[in-house]
C-alpha cells in the first residue's frame, strides 16, 4: 500500500520528501559524530564515510513505499536540507508509527527539531480524509545520555513514559539505558510557540 509522499509548511521550514539533490546537505550530516553515533544506523557507519550520504539516501528517498514518512526538514525560502525527521513502521503496529530526528551540526540552536517534530505530529494525528495518517499513538526512544534529545521530544509533546535499560546499543557494542517517550492523538499540543 505505502504513503502518499507529503509536504508540510511550517514557520520558515518545509518538511518534504528527500530527493537525491540532498546529497551535499546529508553528507555534512553524516560527518557529525552525534548523528552518527544516534540516529544514522548500523547501515551506514558500515560503509565508508565517503559513500555514507548516498547509502543513507537510498532506502529512504523511497521510504514513502514501505510505510516510512521520511521527511527532509529544508529551509522553505533556500529548499536546502538542515534535519530529518522521520516516522517509521507506520501502522506496523496498528494506528502507531516511531519517530527518529536530526539537525545538521550548522542548523542548530534553533529548537528546529522540536517544531519539525510537532508539525509531524500534528499531520500523522490528522484524519486520511483531511490529508494525514490517523494515528494514534507517535513513540520515540533515545539514550538517557543524549539529554538534547530528551529535550527535544518533551518540548514537541513527548511524554517520558519510562526507561528501558540497556535498550540502545552503540556500532562499538556500548549499550545505554534509553528513555521511551510517546504522544497521543488526544495528547495536548505543545506549547503554540515552541
Ligand atoms: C537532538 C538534536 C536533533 C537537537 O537539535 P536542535 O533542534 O537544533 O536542538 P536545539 O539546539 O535547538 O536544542 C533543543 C533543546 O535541547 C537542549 N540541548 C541541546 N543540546 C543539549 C545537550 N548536549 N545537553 C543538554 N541539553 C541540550 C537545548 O538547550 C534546547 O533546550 P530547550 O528547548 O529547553 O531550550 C541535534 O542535537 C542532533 O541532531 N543530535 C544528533 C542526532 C540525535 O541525537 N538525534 C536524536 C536521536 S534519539
Given at each position: ?42 547501515a551506514v557507519l558500515r560503509v565508508p564515510a565517503d559513500r555514507r550520504a548516498v547509502k543513507w539516501l537510498e532506502s529512504r528517498i523511497d ?132
Open positions: 500500500m505505502g504513503l502518499k509522499p507529503t509536504r508540510i509548511e511550517v514557520d520558515e521550514l518545509v518538511l518534504r520528501p528527500l530527493v537525491a539533490g540532498d546529497e551535499a546537505a546529508v553528507a555534512t550530516a553524516m560527518a557529525d559524530p552525534d548523528i552518527l553515533r544516534w540516529t544514522a544506523g548500523s521510504g514513502w513505499s514501505r510505510n516510512n514518512a521520511v521527511f527532509a526538514v529544508a529551509d522553505a525560502a533556500t529548499d536546502v536540507l538542515l534535519g530529518s525527521v522521520t516516522l517509521r513502521d507506520v501502522n506496523r503496529v496498528p494506528d502507531q508509527a516511531v519517530v527518529a530526528y536530526w539537525v545538521s551540526p550548522a542548523a542548530r540552536g534553533r529548537r528546529l527539531a522540536a517544531r519539525a517534530l510537532d508539525a509531524a505530529a500534528r499531520w500523522a494525528f490528522t484524519s486520511p480524509g483531511d490529508g494525514g495518517l490517523g494515528l494514534h499513538r507517535l513513540s520515540l526512544d533515545h539514550a538517557l545520555v543524549n539529554e538534547g534529545s530528551c529535550r527535544v521530544a518533551i518540548r514537541a509533546g513527548f511524554l517520558l513514559e519510562g526507561t528501558m535499560r540497556d535498550y540502545y546499543v552503540e556500532a562499538d557494542g556500548r549499550r545505554h539505558d534509553s528513555h521511551l517517550h510517546a504522544r497521543l492523538a488526544p495528547d495536548p499540543r505543545p506549547a503554540e510557540r515552541l
